[in-house]
């Protein structure tokens, strides 16, 4: 059975709503794994990411991921 957060497309609906808000890849990098090991992320390479599979694997990285940006995503709003 797929889980809540398991569908790329619900990613990629989430990261075009934060980034209408001004949600850019800086704060984006505070939220994804590779950022976190010292890898450079953008919110483009993870859209072309998520267009490519059809799932997340369920409690993986990528399931975290669009947990958190559905958390962002109602307080959002830009930094002046």
């Known amino acids: 059975m797929p889980s809540e957060y398991d569908d790329p497309k619900v990613t990629i609906r989430l990261l075009e ?10 704060e984006f990098s505070k939220l994804h794994h590779f950022a976190k090991r010292g890898r450079e992320v953008t919110i483009a390479s993870h859209l072309q990411y998520c267009r ?10 990528n399931w975290g991921l669009q947990k958190a940006l559905e958390e962002t995503l109602p307080s959002y709003q830009r930094k002046a």
């Not at 490519?52 to 990285?61: A, K, L, M, P």
């Open 17 to 26: 709503e934060l980034m209408r808000k001004g949600f850019g890849d800086k």
């Open 52 to 61: 490519t599979i059809q799932r997340f694997r369920r409690g993986g990285n």
